[in-house]
T-cell receptor, first 110, second 115 residues
Framework: GIQVEQSPPDLILQEGANSTLRCNFSDSVNNLQWFHQNPWGQLINLFYIPSGTKQNGRLSATTVATERYSLLYISSSQTTDSGVYFCAVEGMDSSYKLIFGSGTRLLVRP | DTEVTQTPKHLVMGMTNKKSLKCEQHMGHRAMYWYKQKAKKPPELMFVYSYEKLSINESVPSRFSPECPNSSLLNLHLHALQPEDSALYLC??????????????FGSGTQLSVL
């Protein structure tokens, strides 16, 4: 099946810093989503981005499907950005099977 | 309303108990999902329902029994669980147009402990 790798696995930032999270995937996909899981376990859908670039406030994401990677940018980080960021993909022949990467655990210090 | 509601938030059960997890959405979505998440691991897909019919079962043991009584509700019936089944159980929904490739909305989960 499709493999999803995220880097870095852990990241510590000072409040106000910027960061880039990366997601590599092993095969063509027709669905890619970024999620933030807060310390209470809630998974929030940040972006639905199988290709192209999107921005939402301080967050933006870019997926280059032909090169099989996606990037999540966090600017001017805040303590509330802490948590785990997951990339999830659905392979071309795997309708409804969204497979999660292992995540990037982010801690933003005040 | 963009909420997926799961109850209960926490559940402790013995290995001989029978319990059920409930999930509800009112977004008109026709695809609903159960995911299992162990501590410090990513969510893993268990089941997918599309138009109230089970379309994906990821080889889940029969002690987990899903049910979709209508388009808004999804249940997960639990029986004779093992301590290693302790995990966060997440419900999700998506539009369900029939081809996958959809944005998923997750509930806040049920934290299950099996003693």
């Amino acid at each position: 099946g499709i493999q999803v790798e995220q880097s870095p696995p852990d990241l510590i930032l000072q409040e106000g810093a910027n960061s880039t999270l990366r997601c590599n995937f092993s095969d063509s996909v027709n669905n890619l989503q970024w999620f933030h899981q807060n310390p209470w376990g809630q998974l929030i859908n940040l972006f639905y981005i199988p290709s192209g670039t999107k921005q939402n406030g301080r967050l933006s994401a870019t997926t280059v499907a032909t090169e099989r990677y996606s990037l999540l940018y966090i600017s001017s980080s805040q303590t509330t950005d802490s948590g785990v960021y997951f990339c999830a993909v659905e392979g071309m022949d795997s309708s409804y099977k969204l497979i999660f990467g292992s995540g990037t655990r982010l801690l933003v210090r005040p | 309303d963009t909420e997926v509601t799961q109850t209960p938030k926490h559940l402790v059960m013995g290995m001989t108990n029978k319990k059920s997890l409930k999930c509800e959405q009112h977004m008109g979505h026709r695809a609903m999902y159960w995911y299992k998440q162990k501590a410090k691991k990513p969510p893993e897909l268990m089941f997918v329902y599309s138009y109230e019919k089970l379309s994906i079962n990821e080889s889940v043991p029969s002690r987990f029994s899903p049910e979709c009584p209508n388009s808004s509700l999804l249940n997960l019936h639990l029986h004779a669980l093992q301590p290693e089944d302790s995990a966060l159980y997440l419900c999700a929904s998506s539009q369900g147009a029939g081809t996958g490739n959809e944005k998923l909305f997750f509930g806040s989960g049920t934290q299950l402990s099996v003693l």
